[in-house]
């Protein structure tokens, strides 16, 4: 167990629809990040908050949307769902803004459009 | 854009062979970090190197930061099983402290018994 906390696990959905995928950072890390992972791409970086405010945005589509609360869970929404959207979804930590320790990641949500 | 290649892309290789794995890139880092990632799984840190020309030894795997910070290889000797799995490099921007790690596509590797 890594500490970081993604639910669900998997997940189908239909193309067109909603989702929200839900992360719970490891204790005391205030920085998160969203990464989607597919076989082609390989891990792309989507977007990272730090302490509830927005920090770097990546490759993310205008369908998608992120938000950390004030417990510093994060979510990110993904709408319009179109197949080529089916991927590992990762969330990963950090303590603080700094990329030099590296990352603790989640588990993952397995997302597949159906 | 940053780009990190990886190679080979796959590798499958008898318990007990050596192997070398390479991670490359046009751009200088400020450091770059390993990562092994299993099935159903996220990445797990394995080391992080800093200094141009820096090795470090992680048990049965060497890790080598090349002296321009541009590349860096990853070396496993008498693999097993248990190393199977898809070896990913993640660099850190020249400024340092850069908000996002760059990934290559990773190595996947398979040990066989």
């Known amino acids: 167990d890594s500490g970081v906390t993604q639910t669900p696990k998997h997940l189908i959905t239909a193309t067109g629809q909603r989702v929200t995928l839900r992360c719970s950072p490891r204790s005391g890390d205030l920085s998160v990040y969203w990464y989607q992972q597919s076989l082609d791409q390989g891990l792309q970086f989507l977007i990272q908050?730090?302490?509830?405010?927005?920090?770097a945005k990546g490759n993310i589509l205008e369908r998608f949307s992120a938000q950390q609360f004030p417990d510093l869970h994060s979510e990110l929404n993904l709408s319009s769902l179109e197949l080529g959207d089916s991927a590992l979804y990762f969330c990963?930590?950090?303590?603080?803004?700094?990329?030099?320790?590296?990352?603790?990641f989640g588990s993952g949500t397995r997302l597949t459009v159906v | 854009t940053q780009l990190l290649e990886q190679s080979p892309q796959f590798l499958s290789i008898q318990e007990g062979e050596n192997l070398t794995v390479y991670c490359n890139s046009s751009?200088?880092?400020?450091?770059l970090q390993w990562y092994r990632q299993e099935p159903g799984e996220g990445p797990v840190l394995l080391v992080t190197?800093?200094?141009?020309?820096e090795v470090k030894k992680l048990k049965r795997l060497t890790f080598q930061f090349g002296d321009a910070r541009k590349d860096s290889s990853l070396h496993i000797t008498a693999a097993q099983p248990g190393d199977t799995g898809l070896y990913l490099c993640a660099g850190v921007g020249p400024q340092g402290g850069s908000e996002k790690l760059v990934f290559g596509k990773g190595t996947k590797l398979t040990v066989n018994p």
């Open positions: 990963a930590s950090s303590v603080d803004f700094r990329t030099d320790y590296g990352y603790t």
């Open positions: 751009s200088v880092f400020s450091s």
């Open positions: 908050y730090y302490n509830g405010e927005e920090r």
């Open positions: 190197v800093v200094t141009g020309g």
